[in-house]
């Protein structure tokens, strides 16, 4: 599986972004997905994840409230909608795919692909 993670940029304080993750070759159908992100200087970062079937999205405590994650198996695709972004969420982001367990979610090495990572800027 191929993933491409699009829809970084630059925001300001208190706006949004919506991050897509496409398999360009493969399907995610049967993947759980993930979403993590890795600041300058600092290590990787789990933000949130969901289910292959798409079941409830569990979320770091550090976007809970702000980030919807969601997926559409027809299109092949995993989106995270990001509201209220703050300057501490910039950082590249990456989405995953992986079969682990859902209490394993938030553990990168469980990841089997990986996309390519968009940058996400958060501006004070």
């Known amino acids: 599986v191929q993933l491409q993670a699009s829809g970084g940029g630059l925001a300001q304080a208190g706006g949004s972004l919506r991050l897509s993750c496409a398999a360009s070759?493969?399907?995610?159908?049967?993947?759980?997905m993930g979403w993590f992100r890795q600041a300058p200087g600092k290590e990787r970062e789990f933000v949130a994840a969901?289910?292959?079937?798409?079941?409830?999205?569990i979320y770091a405590d550090s976007v809970k409230g702000r980030f919807t994650m969601s997926r559409d198996n027809a299109k092949n695709m995993v989106a995270l909608q990001m509201n209220n972004l703050k300057p501490e969420d910039t950082a590249v982001y990456y989405c995953?795919?992986?079969?682990?367990?859902?209490?394993?979610?938030?553990?990168?090495?469980?990841?089997?692909?990986w996309g390519q990572g968009t940058q996400v800027t958060v501006s004070s």
């Open positions: 995953g795919a992986t079969k682990t367990v859902r209490s394993n979610y938030a553990n990168g090495d469980a990841y089997y692909y």
């Open positions: 070759e493969g399907t995610v159908r049967q993947y759980s």
């Open positions: 969901i289910s292959w079937s798409g079941g409830s999205p």
